[in-house]
């Protein structure tokens, strides 16, 4: 230090300290507040994790990105894959069906029948409005739901434009018809007062991560709605494996996603019915 | 007994007040029962469904905050703005707020599928919804109503016997302006989010646009604060006394006046834009299916537009229509139906005529309908009744108004 510094810093002394009460209590304060929103972005809820909902992930990888296929042309309307879906699931009641079919007739008067499963928006409507985070789109492109912190408020479903969600009304405690026929349950029956939906039977796909299995080839890490089909109408795989059932499928057929001008960009792709009855 | 409560009496031969907590005391009960089913069965019990998820509960919520507004408009008027004529009326409608935003919460309690997890918002974040903001906004600004209004409670005469806890109430009452300023920015957002939360579902064409959080804002301002001068004028003729003075009532109705020609104005364009100059097919598709099956256009523009704006704004803008009084009760009784009408049309117009997403032809004409159960009313009954009940005592026994004398305040 100068001479000259030291006579400048002897000056301003002088005149007022250097350092008055309110400013060291200032700066205490500014730091303690710094320390808060550190911690608070850190680990607490201010932290990507705690927005997002990614840290409740552990194998699901951006490597993967699961989709659907639906053939319409081929489904012959059997309705195997909703009752497959109710069993696995545990969806005892038909009017919360999660994977839903009906007849439909195209403009030009063909008859095919109609299923959508959730179709696992990468922009979902549903996940950008939940209050709480409790839906969120996994690494892995599924739309996943936390029925512990679900608080059932039911935006998600006003906000989902393929009435895809459902709400536990009341508690369902009848047994479940689908059950043996068509599946054993996979998953706990869901508690009063919150939401559910499809979500890709995604028990399964989580299992292909540690076994070394793959989803849409494996049947045992494939959702149940795609393993009972009895004329492959539904396929499945990982989109970003260009070798994947399904992006060979995509490959080989036009397909159309439901109502793109939503801007929700859907993962389930349908083959439209043939322009004549066969 | 004050002295309007006598002159009441020798008016109609019979004890009003009495029959007016009688009917109170009826409500509150009809809605505790419905509280209790639904608590007990769950919302089963209510006629809403995974179509139509969404009803007479969330219109209660949207109109009791939006009708709340009055709060955060009197006290930028009269703390911000300097308007200091206005700080008259600035306490009850802190109150009515007070009223409204509690009411709406406790209709939320009722909505939601779990009560017990009504605080997770507040832990688990996500910033991305507006429903989240929203919870936030409403929980501070509540606080801060209960904080204008604390100082209001703690005159009341119980608390003589504190003189320190009086004190705290003055020194509180000090920060007013803070809170203006607090309130008018917690409110400026959740007023216009309550809008967005229909107007940011791209999913939903007949909601999705810009101008619903500005239409929601504004005409909350507009009938809140009409509301604010219904309730004060009604209570001034049940007390027989005059509890603001005639200029800030003119003044009051001519504010509310202009602010409801400026949602006509965005109204009107709103329409033009969306449905009269342009044709966008999801939206003229949904309001063709609502105009076949619902009275939907009716109570648009017979309602929303011509009973709800376009004569409440010709009466508080017309000084022989706004000085007589009865228009001018019969004008801001309008103001506030017309906004309740508002909510519910716009709520329950995006959900019975959802999107159409199959590619076939024949789910086209697909249109779902609503009514409440008698559950769903009874638990809105039971709310307005505590709303009723607050006021009411609120007016008798708290010091709202400067011109009104308190009982007990008469007493000494």
């Not at chain 1, 929103?37 to 490597?63: K, N």
């Not at chain 1, 996994?138 to 895809?164: F, H, L, Q, S, T």
């Not at chain 2, 606080?143 to 806890?165: A, K, M, N, V, Y």
């Amino acid at each position: 230090m100068t001479k000259h510094d030291d006579a400048e810093k002897q000056e301003s002394q002088e005149s007022q300290p250097l350092l008055s009460r309110r400013d060291v209590l200032r700066i205490a304060g500014a730091t303690g507040a710094a320390v808060i929103v550190t911690q608070l972005i850190a680990a607490g809820p201010l932290s990507a994790d705690a927005i997002t909902g990614i840290s409740r992930e552990t194998e699901a990888s951006s490597d993967y990105s699961w989709g659907m296929g639906i053939d319409l042309e081929k489904c012959i309307g059997c309705k195997y894959c909703i009752w497959a879906c109710q069993a696995t699931n545990d969806v005892s009641r038909d009017s919360m069906r999660w994977n839903v079919g009906f007849p439909e007739q195209t403009a030009n008067g063909v008859d095919f029948f109609m299923t959508r499963p959730c179709l696992q928006c990468q922009e979902a409507p549903c996940v950008k409005v939940c209050p709480v985070g409790a839906t969120w789109v996994r690494e892995d492109g599924i739309v996943a739901m936390d029925y512990d912190r679900c608080i059932g408020c039911r935006y998600c479903e006003v906000a989902c434009p393929y009435d895809v969600r459902r709400f536990n009304w009341e508690k369902v405690e009848e047994e479940n018809p689908y059950v043996p026929t068509w599946g054993i349950p996979e998953v706990e029956r869901r508690e009063r007062g919150v939401m559910e939906k499809c979500t890709f039977c995604v028990q399964r796909i989580d299992r292909s991560y540690e076994a070394d299995l793959t989803p849409g080839v494996d049947p045992q890490v494939t959702p149940a709605c795609v393993n009972i089909c009895p004329v492959n109408a539904r396929i499945f795989g990982n989109l970003k494996d260009l070798e994947s059932p399904l992006s060979v499928w995509l490959r080989e057929n036009n397909t159309i996603r439901l109502r793109e001008d939503f801007g929700t960009e859907p993962k389930v792709y349908y083959k439209e019915p043939a322009a004549q009855e066969a | 007994m004050t002295t309007g409560d006598i002159a009441l009496e020798e008016r109609q031969g019979i004890n009003f007040l009495r029959l007016w907590y009688v009917l109170i005391a009826i409500m509150i009960a009809i809605g505790l029962w419905g509280a209790y089913n639904v608590l007990r069965y769950g919302l089963v019990v209510t006629n809403l469904s995974d179509q139509v998820p969404w009803g007479l509960w969330i219109t209660h919520d949207l109109s009791a905050i939006g009708l709340g507004a009055g709060a955060f408009a009197f006290s930028a008027i009269a703390y911000l703005f300097r308007f200091t004529q206005f700080k008259e009326i600035s306490r009850a409608a802190v109150y009515i707020g007070f009223i409204g935003y509690t009411s709406a919460m406790i209709a939320l309690a009722m909505d939601i599928g779990r009560p017990d997890r009504f605080y997770y918002p507040l832990i688990y974040w996500n910033v991305h919804s507006v429903l989240w903001e929203i919870t936030w906004c409403v929980v501070l600004y509540s606080t801060i109503l209960f904080f204008e209004f604390l100082p209001i409670l703690l005159e009341h005469s119980f608390f003589d016997r504190w003189p320190g806890i009086r004190r705290i109430g003055h020194s509180v009452h000090s920060l007013t302006p803070v809170f203006a300023v607090l309130g008018l920015g917690l409110s400026l957002l959740h007023q216009s989010s309550l809008g967005a939360t229909y107007g940011v579902l791209s999913g939903r064409e007949i909601w999705y646009k810009p101008t619903l959080p500005v239409m929601f804002i504004i005409s909350a301002v507009a009938a809140g604060t009409a509301l604010t001068l219904f309730l004060t004028i009604l209570a001034g003729k049940f007390m027989d006394q005059e509890l603001i003075s005639d200029d800030l009532k003119m003044r009051v109705a001519r504010f509310s006046g202009y602010t409801m020609l400026l949602y006509l104005y965005l109204k009107l364009w709103d329409y033009a834009a969306t449905t009269y100059y342009s044709h966008s097919p999801g939206t003229a598709d949904a309001m063709l299916r609502l105009q076949l099956t619902t009275p939907y256009s009716r109570t648009f523009w017979v309602f929303e537009v011509l009973l709800g704006a376009l004569i409440p704004a010709i009466i508080f803008l017309y000084p022989p229509l706004r000085r007589n009084d009865r228009m001018l009760i019969i004008g801001l009784g309008l103001a506030v139906v017309g906004l309740v009408v508002n909510r519910w049309n716009v709520t329950l117009s995006g959900l019975v005529v959802p999107p159409v997403w199959t590619p076939g032809v024949l789910g086209n004409i697909l249109v779902y309908t609503y009514l409440p159960s008698l559950v769903e009313t009874a638990v809105t009954i039971g709310i307005i009744g505590y709303g009723f009940l607050m006021f009411t005592l609120g007016v008798r026994h708290l010091p709202l108004y400067p011109k009104s004398e308190g009982e007990e305040e008469e007493a000494h």
